[in-house]
C-alpha cells in the first residue's frame, strides 16, 4: 500500500504543478484584459483602436531588427505565423458576429423608454469590451509564444552558468569549502519563481517592451541562479 502510494503522489505532484502553471497563464490574459479595459477609459481613452495591433507590429520589427535579414525565413517567424492564421481562423466567428451585433445596436432607433435606451447601451458597452478581449488575446499570445520561443535563446547563459558552476564545485571540492544547503534551497528554488515573474512583467506590461531586454535580464539570473546552485550542490559527483 506504502508502494503504491509513493508511486501517485509524485505524479499527482506534477499534476498540480501543470495545473498551476496553466492557472497562472490563464491568469496573466485575464489580467491583461482586466487592465486594457481599464485603460481604454483613462490611460489610452484617445487612442487608436487599432494600438494593441500596432503594438504588436512594432515589438515584430524589434525582434526582426535584433535576428537581422534572416527574419523571414527564421523558425520563430514562422511559428508566431501559424500560431497568429490559427488564433484569427477561431476568433473570427467571434468577432464577426459581435460586429455585426454592435451595428444591429448602433442602427437600432431610440426608444422613448428609458429603460429599453439604457439596455441597449450596456449591450453596446459589453460588446465593444469583448472585442477588446479579443485584440487582447491576439497581443497576449503573441507574446506568450515569443516568451517561450525566447526561453531557447536564453540556452547560452544556461550553459555557460552550468559550467562555471561545476567549476566552482571542483575548486570547493579539492580547496576543502564546505557546502551550504541554504544557499543551493534558495537558488533552485527562485528558478520557476524568476520565470514567473518575468513572463507576468511581459504579458502584462500595456506599452511596447522589447523582448531583447527582458530575455537578456532572464537569462542573466537563470545563469546567476543556475551558477550558486550547482557550486553549492550538497554532494560531489
Known sequence: MQD????????LSALGNVLRTISFVIGTFILATILEWCGMHSWWKNA????????????IQQI????????????????????????????APIEQHL??????????????????NATSQVR??????????????????FRLLTFMFGV?????L??????????????????GGRECAWIYT???????????LFLAIYALWPWSFSFVWINSLMGICWGGALTLAIAKFKKYL
Do not use: C
Not at 531557447?152 to 547560452?156: A, D, E, G, K, L
Open 48 to 59: 487608436s483602436e487599432t494600438h494593441l495591433s500596432e503594438r504588436t507590429q512594432l515589438e
Open 64 to 91: 526582426e531588427s535584433s535576428v537581422g535579414t534572416s527574419f523571414d525565413g527564421h523558425w520563430f517567424r514562422r511559428a508566431s505565423a501559424y500560431f497568429s492564421t490559427l488564433s484569427d481562423r477561431l476568433l
Open 152 to 156: 531557447v535563446s536564453m540556452s547560452p
Open 158 to 175: 544556461l550553459l555557460v552558468g552550468f559550467v562555471d558552476g561545476l567549476v566552482r564545485r571542483e575548486i570547493r571540492r579539492w580547496g
Open 99 to 116: 460586429e455585426a451585433q454592435q451595428q444591429q445596436l448602433i442602427a437600432t432607433p431610440r426608444s422613448t423608454s428609458a429603460v429599453v
Open 186 to 196: 534558495v537558488a533552485s528554488k527562485s528558478l520557476f519563481p524568476t520565470l514567473g
Open 124 to 141: 453596446q458597452s459589453i460588446n465593444r469590451h469583448l472585442m477588446v478581449a479579443i485584440e487582447v488575446f491576439r497581443a497576449w499570445l
Open 4 to 11: 503504491s502510494n509513493r508511486k501517485v503522489n509524485p505524479f
